[in-house]
């Protein structure tokens, strides 16, 4: 069974930067889509940012040119380099990994205070 392991989050201040990374295992097969899902206050659970093996990236329209996102398929690990955050960005992060299902990770907190 799939298990996805996040590091990084905290407390930042708007302007500044955090990364956050994430790591599968349980699994010898390469996971073909890996990527971060948030919930903010007040919303569902949305898409932030998503990368298959092949390299095809799908942003948020909130988080373009802010955030950028990086896998080493070799190893199934996804990062989330996040700059220039607002206030708005604080929320949970999710991992996310899809194969033949989807797997979540169990978040990691980031709050941006103003």
């Known amino acids: 069974q799939v298990q996805l392991v996040e590091s990084g989050g905290g407390l930042v201040q708007a302007g500044g930067s955090l990364r956050l990374s994430c790591a599968a295992s349980?699994?010898?097969?390469?996971?073909?889509?890996m990527g971060w899902y948030r919930r903010t206050p007040g919303k569902q659970r949305e898409l932030v940012a998503t990368?298959?093996?092949?390299?095809?990236?799908n942003y948020a329209d909130s988080v373009k040119g802010r955030f950028t996102i990086s896998r080493d398929s070799a190893h199934d690990t996804v990062s989330l380099q996040m700059n220039s955050l607002k206030p708005e960005d604080t929320g949970v992060y999710y991992c996310y990994a899809l194969r033949l299902s989807v797997t979540w990770g169990k978040g990691t907190l980031v709050t941006v205070s103003s």
């Open positions: 349980g699994s010898i097969y390469r996971q073909n889509v």
């Open positions: 990368m298959t093996n092949g390299g095809s990236t």
